[in-house]
């Protein structure tokens, strides 16, 4: 008998045709749209004059460009008030169901899709988003795709995707006290670089992956893409199951028996073949920070920037113009530099056990005076809860205010942008130039450490925080 990976079993079974010499035509099970990527493929079906095949298998919400604070009046900005009403428009006229601003359900696409449990093991899911990686976390094969590909969606349900590569990434062995998910993919990302997984769609497994709750698992997933993967994703267990057992959309009754049988059995076989495999050791992560350009460009908090001769000379010019950009210089040590910003959100860090986090480290301090920090929950759910746990008055009492949701300053399509010159420690996903605003620098870390400089002032391992 045939043996298969976790990716080759929910592909293939999601293939309608396979084109001779080219891609395959892949169904698709979930479709997540938002106001960004979907107005011109809307536009595309309008034009010529056909149906939405399945607004059924599609949920739409406004994420990118919403404002963090007073939700309840008119967006300000003219290009975002506009993306936000052709998406409602939108959805009305194809009859698909909208999470809108001020929807309970409302909250940034990845977010919202796995928290009320429209995502599941199995699936196969797309989003014109590059982020749609985080949805692997549940053992689905999610990706990216481009605005012509959601209009093909919109129109047939299928998607013309050449099938990826299989590579596995096995991490063993216990984390360090402060190190995070976060951590694990900032590190795997700065030792096969922001290109090391193209062409590859990525399994992660191993003791330490198997020891993470599900939002841990999908900051691993969400990251994929930063190292050139096509997506990642995590074989679903007890801890999956445990997490959609309750929510809101997911399957109940004899329903969910049944899915949980078909769930069971998303593992890749005892001896399946991946084209490349990779191995890590948890004890050896500590946590990490960016200090460049691209997400690959990461450092222990405690360590150095490298030096020049440890770069390869073919990379030495992208390198010494990062460190131009930033304002660093190769070898310096990051730890004790002092920062402007910090932001905790987006759909890599925005999540309740996120908010849970930081609010433990800054739980009877108080933060920095020359630090401007965003705490941005992901959804409505999420804010929700981080009220009914008494997050807010504890984030109030050190000195922060928990925003409304939103994608934010992760890629500053709304107010919130880091200004030129200005250094933000980020839980997001991205630091290319101007990323966070026109100018901007960016360092990306986990809650932890996002945490601790916002207490400091400066760039700090969290571990001292933590006994």
Same mark, same amino acid.
């Given at each position: 008998?045939?043996?298969?990976?976790?990716?080759?079993?929910? %592909?293939?079974?999601?293939?309608?045709?396979?084109?001779?010499?080219?891609?395959? *035509?892949?169904?698709?099970?979930?479709?997540? $749209?938002?106001? *960004?990527?979907?107005?011109?493929?809307?536009?595309?079906?309008?034009?010529?004059? #056909?149906? /939405?095949?399945?607004?059924?298998?599609?949920?739409?919400?406004?994420?990118?460009?919403?404002?963090?604070?007073?939700?309840?009046?008119?967006?300000?900005?003219?290009?975002?008030?506009?993306? *936000?009403?052709?998406?409602?428009?939108?959805?009305?006229?194809?009859?698909?169901?909208?999470?809108?601003?001020?929807?309970?359900?409302?909250?940034?696409?990845?977010?919202?899709?796995?928290?009320?449990?429209?995502?599941?093991?199995?699936?196969?899911?797309?989003?014109?988003?590059?982020?749609?990686?985080?949805?692997?976390?549940?053992?689905?094969? +999610?990706?990216? $795709?481009?605005?012509?590909?959601?209009?093909?969606?919109?129109?047939?349900?299928?998607?013309?995707?050449?099938?990826?590569?299989?590579?596995? #990434?096995?991490?063993?062995?216990?984390?360090?006290?402060?190190?995070?998910?976060?951590?694990?993919?900032?590190? #795997? =990302?700065?030792?096969?670089?922001?290109?090391?997984?193209?062409?590859?769609?990525?399994?992660?497994?191993?003791?330490?992956?198997?020891?993470?709750?599900?939002? +841990?698992?999908?900051? $691993?997933?969400?990251?994929?893409?930063?190292?050139?993967?096509?997506?990642?994703?995590?074989?679903?267990?007890?801890?999956?199951?445990?997490?959609?057992?309750?929510?809101?959309?997911?399957?109940?009754?004899?329903? %969910?028996?049944?899915?949980?049988?078909? %769930?069971?059995?998303?593992?890749?076989?005892?001896?399946?073949?991946?084209?490349?495999?990779?191995?890590?050791? +948890?004890?050896?992560?500590?946590?990490?920070?960016?200090?460049?350009?691209?997400?690959?460009?990461?450092?222990?908090?405690?360590?150095?920037?490298?030096? /020049?001769?440890? =770069?390869?000379?073919?990379?030495?010019?992208?390198?010494?113009?990062?460190?131009?950009?930033?304002?660093?210089?190769?070898?310096?040590?990051?730890?004790?530099?002092?920062?402007?910003?910090?932001?905790?959100?987006?759909?890599?860090?925005?999540?309740?056990?996120?908010?849970?986090?930081?609010?433990? /480290?800054?739980?009877?301090?108080?933060?920095?005076?020359?630090?401007?920090? %965003?705490?941005?929950?992901?959804?409505?759910?999420?804010?929700?809860?981080?009220?009914?746990?008494?997050?807010?008055?504890?984030?109030?009492?050190?000195?922060?205010?928990?925003?409304?949701?939103?994608?934010?300053?992760?890629?500053?399509?709304?107010?919130?942008?880091?200004?030129?010159?200005?250094?933000?420690?980020?839980?997001?996903?991205?630091?290319?130039?101007?990323?966070?605003?026109?100018?901007?620098?960016?360092?990306?870390?986990?809650?932890?450490?996002?945490?601790?400089?916002?207490?400091?002032?400066?760039?700090?391992?969290?571990?001292?925080?933590?006994?």
């Amino acid at each position: 008998m045939e043996t298969k990976t976790l990716f080759d079993k929910i %592909w293939d079974s999601h293939v309608v045709e396979s084109i001779s010499n080219g891609p395959d *035509v892949l169904y698709i099970d979930r479709h997540y $749209i938002h106001e *960004v990527t979907s107005p011109q493929a809307f536009a595309g079906l309008e034009k010529r004059g #056909i149906p /939405l095949a399945r607004p059924d298998r599609t949920l739409a919400t406004a994420d990118h460009n919403i404002p963090t604070l007073n939700q309840d009046k008119p967006i300000q900005e003219k290009l975002s008030r506009l993306q *936000v009403k052709t998406l409602t428009d939108n959805c009305n006229k194809y009859g698909v169901t909208l999470y809108g601003l001020n929807n309970p359900y409302n909250g940034i696409v990845h977010v919202i899709g796995t928290e009320l449990g429209f995502t599941r093991p199995g699936m196969t899911i797309v989003c014109g988003d590059s982020h749609t990686s985080t949805h692997g976390a549940f053992g689905a094969v +999610a990706f990216g $795709i481009g605005t012509s590909e959601v209009e093909m969606v919109f129109a047939t349900q299928c998607v013309l995707q050449p099938k990826p590569k299989k590579m596995r #990434i096995t991490i063993n062995g216990k984390l360090q006290p402060g190190v995070t998910s976060k951590d694990i993919i900032l590190y #795997i =990302i700065s030792r096969i670089s922001a290109g090391g997984a193209t062409g590859y769609f990525v399994e992660y497994a191993g003791e330490a992956i198997r020891s993470l709750s599900m939002e +841990a698992r999908m900051t $691993i997933c969400n990251m994929s893409i930063e190292m050139g993967a096509r997506g990642g994703l995590i074989a679903p267990d007890e801890v999956t199951f445990s997490y959609l057992k309750d929510k809101e959309f997911s399957p109940k009754g004899k329903e %969910w028996q049944e899915s949980l049988d078909k %769930w069971k059995q998303l593992h890749s076989d005892d001896g399946a073949v991946f084209d490349k495999e990779l191995t890590f050791d +948890a004890s050896s992560i500590n946590p990490m920070i960016t200090y460049g350009t691209n997400p690959g460009m990461g450092i222990a908090v405690n360590g150095n920037i490298p030096a /020049l001769n440890e =770069i390869k000379e073919s990379e030495r010019s992208s390198f010494l113009k990062a460190l131009d950009y930033m304002n660093f210089k190769p070898g310096m040590s990051l730890e004790g530099f002092p920062i402007d910003y910090v932001f905790l959100g987006s759909c890599t860090n925005g999540r309740i056990e996120d908010i849970r986090a930081f609010a433990s /480290l800054v739980k009877g301090k108080k933060k920095a005076p020359s630090v401007t920090a %965003w705490i941005v929950p992901g959804s409505h759910q999420v804010e929700k809860q981080a009220v009914a746990e008494g997050l807010d008055k504890i984030l109030e009492a050190a000195g922060f205010e928990l925003r409304q949701p939103g994608c934010s300053a992760c890629l500053a399509m709304n107010e919130d942008k880091i200004p030129v010159g200005k250094y933000a420690v980020s839980t997001s996903n991205r630091n290319f130039e101007g990323r966070q605003g026109p100018g901007s620098r960016t360092l990306l870390a986990s809650p932890l450490t996002a945490a601790a400089a916002a207490i400091t002032g400066k760039i700090t391992n969290p571990a001292e925080f933590i006994s």
